[in-house]
């Protein structure tokens, strides 16, 4: 799930600074601008792992809705829920229900306001391939690790021409291992309810509560 989430994390992270294309960065800034005037972001998409190599070949489905640093994610029969401070991971088939403290200013802590962060040290980028896809143009913009020593060999981010939204993510690993992360619905400016963020602990009367810090 962890991979699931950093894969969307990339999705609206667009990084690096140095050797970068002018024409890829005026695009990322419109995608940025874009994406940061929205009040909140409602996602469902496809994600699939594929490693010829190893026959490997996973398809699942999930969904998102984004607002500020909250966020609820729905993938694999678990729910994630963020409410700023605190996430609360519940799986239904255990009954169990984990809560942990997330710091925000960990590097390893994913958050939708670093999802919304561009031109963070880690990549640099450049203008790739412009594809048609059932009518629309998408955009791709290469990314590749700085560190050498990454696991990542390159990542393609594709972005609808029209819209400035982002349309997927392809990440190549040096292993082999290809991870495509594909947005089927992109909703925005949605009413939400005011407890969408907040964990209900009546709705789990009989869960195993598993609190990590």
Request: charged share 25%; net charge negative.
């Amino acid at each position: 799930m962890k991979t699931v989430f950093l894969a969307l994390a990339l999705c609206f992270t667009i990084v690096g600074m140095a050797q970068n294309d002018a024409k890829a960065k005026a695009l990322l800034d419109d995608v940025s601008q874009k994406v940061k005037a929205y009040d909140n972001i409602a996602l469902d998409f496809k994600y699939v792992l594929h490693n010829e190599a190893e026959n490997i070949n996973q398809e699942t489905r999930g969904n998102v809705v984004m607002q500020g640093d909250k966020y609820v994610l729905n993938i694999l029969g678990i729910t994630r829920i963020y409410d700023g401070k605190t996430l609360y991971s519940i799986n239904p088939e255990d009954e169990e229900v984990t809560i942990s403290k997330e710091d925000p200013n960990d590097e390893n802590s994913i958050t939708p306001s670093k999802m919304l962060s561009f031109y963070n040290d880690g990549y640099t980028y450049k203008m790739d391939i412009d594809q048609n896809v059932k009518g629309r143009s998408i955009q791709y913009v290469k990314l590749t690790p700085i560190d050498s020593n990454s696991e990542i060999q390159h990542v393609l981010l594709g972005i609808d021409a029209q819209t400035k939204h982002i349309y997927n993510l392809i990440e190549v690993g040096k292993n082999g291992t290809k991870t495509t992360l594909t947005v089927t619905s992109f909703e925005t400016n949605d009413t939400l309810s005011k407890s969408l963020f907040d964990f209900d602990k009546n709705k789990y009367k009989g869960y195993y509560i598993n609190t990590l810090n």
